[in-house]
């Protein structure tokens, strides 16, 4: 599906890359970072029992209960939501789904039940009813601001989330993504969303422990089935989270996991970096500001490694439906990918996220196709195109796998060979063939 009329153009951008793009891309190898990963091996009866231990510990009698389930691209999701919700069916409780994202989907029921449904949650793959709605209910004040809960968690009056604890891509706190976030953010919808994002990184890293307190005081919050994933996005640990737990040390201590397991680009600095995909299924910001180490925040202070002077994407992921939240992370992407750009979804997620959405929703430079953008990135990127270091990349979940100009090639020496050279290949119409298949 095509959003923007970028078929005209595309003969002038071409003429464009033609004339000024005259620079040689530089041969790929392969190598391989070394990493420990570690797995769970039943991912949905660890999800069971993880639900099972917060029934138990509830404290309340059980009844009806909403599964709390964002858009985030966690590994075996269906999995992990089939078996929260087999185990609190086994602990006497009624569960049921309800779309935790914030604005995502368009701010639409219609979309948020569409972007589970990608991620393969619907009632026939986790057994339980989808009930999708951008209503809100006010259960009180979070740190001097009305505080938005999905109506149909709070007229079930109780509600569990379903969520990954990693890095935030915004902020930095004890607790960042994951249960809390979804309590603070998530079940807020688009207007408890944007609340929460009105003071940028202070006002989150403030806000987001304080939400499982308070939606646990109007006693709606049961606790949380969360995991933890690895480098090769893969469920590393799946923990059930009591009421108490949520937003406290246990949630901390998933957090300290999640750090250590991340992807990274393990290089000082990278002249050219050429990403195969980027989508909200990813990060939150498309591209993961954690593992690029370029955040495009108002106010914030750039620094630290890797050092990436330029970034081309070739591609937004089916399951972002359009949303390419995060593409000002990018300096130069291929028509292809603007084709697919739904600046609806875009914008209304960009305004959600206030500060945090200025510079991230800004487009990049726009070329004719795949090759004249990592041409303009490898001829804007300062370096002489025969010493430029060069990095490839599948997406900002696996990093595992890349492949290295020679440039940079002399500096990884903690990598292992895993291929001899290669040209990066391009088809006729100039697209890039992915690093990896998925």
């Given amino acids: 599906m095509s959003y923007l009329p970028l078929d005209e153009l595309v003969p ?11 620079v040689p891309i530089p041969r790929v190898a392969l190598r391989r970072q070394r990493f420990v990963a570690p797995t769970v091996s039943d991912v949905e009866g660890a999800a069971r029992a993880a639900a099972e231990l917060v029934a138990a510990n ?5 009844g009806a209960i909403a599964v709390g389930v964002g858009s985030r691209g966690i590994a075996n999701l269906d999995a992990i939501v089939r078996g929260t919700v087999s185990g609190l069916r086994n602990g006497g409780w009624q569960p049921f789904i309800v779309p935790a994202m914030g604005s995502h989907g368009a701010a639409t029921a219609e979309g948020q039940a569409e972007v589970l449904a990608s991620m393969g949650v619907t009632e026939e793959s986790v057994g339980a009813p989808v009930r999708a709605t951008m209503e809100t209910r006010i259960v009180g004040e979070l740190d001097g601001l009305p505080y938005h ?3 149909y968690a709070v007229e079930a009056g109780a509600v569990l989330v379903v969520s990954r604890v990693k890095p935030h891509t915004s902020f930095r706190a004890p607790v960042e993504s994951g249960p809390s976030k979804m309590c603070a953010v998530g079940l807020g919808k688009q207007p408890g969303a944007q609340l929460i994002h009105n003071e940028g990184s202070e006002g989150l890293a ?12 109007a006693g709606l919050l049961v606790g949380s089935v969360a995991v933890v994933e690895n480098q ?14 949520v937003g406290s040390r246990e949630e901390e201590a ?6 250590r397991l991340m992807p990274r680009l393990p290089f000082e600095t990278i002249d050219v970096l050429v990403v195969d995909r980027m989508g909200k299924d990813i990060s ?13 925040i108002v106010g914030w202070e750039e620094s630290g490694t890797p050092f990436i002077r330029t970034i081309a994407v070739m591609d937004l992921t089916d399951a972002s439906h359009g949303n390419a939240a995060g593409i000002g992370l990018a300096d130069f992407v291929p028509a292809r990918l603007m084709a697919r750009v739904d600046l609806r979804a875009l914008y209304t997620n960009s305004i959600t996220a206030g500060l ?3 510079e991230r929703s800004k487009l990049p430079m726009v070329l004719a196709d795949d090759r004249d953008a990592v041409r303009a990135a490898i001829a804007m990127c300062g370096v002489p195109p025969n010493a430029v270091r060069l990095a490839w990349i599948h997406d900002t979940l696996h990093t595992e796998v890349m492949a290295l100009s020679p440039a940079l090639i002399a500096e990884a020496d903690q990598l292992e060979p895993a291929g001899d050279p290669i040209e990066m290949q391009f088809g006729a119409d100039g697209r890039l063939e992915p690093l990896l298949q998925d």
């Fill in 12 to 22: 002038a951008l071409r003429e464009i890359g033609n004339r000024y793009l005259d």
């Fill in 58 to 62: 509830a404290g309340r009698s059980p």
């Fill in 149 to 151: 809960v999905d109506r």
């Fill in 206 to 217: 403030r806000r987001v422990p304080l939400a499982p307190r308070l939606l646990q005081r």
């Fill in 232 to 245: 090769r996005d893969e469920t590393a640990s799946v923990v059930g989270l009591t009421a108490d737990q």
């Fill in 254 to 259: 998933m957090l300290e996991q999640a750090w």
């Fill in 284 to 296: 939150g910001t498309g591209i993961d500001s954690n593992v690029i180490n370029r955040y495009r």
């Fill in 356 to 358: 945090f959405g200025v």
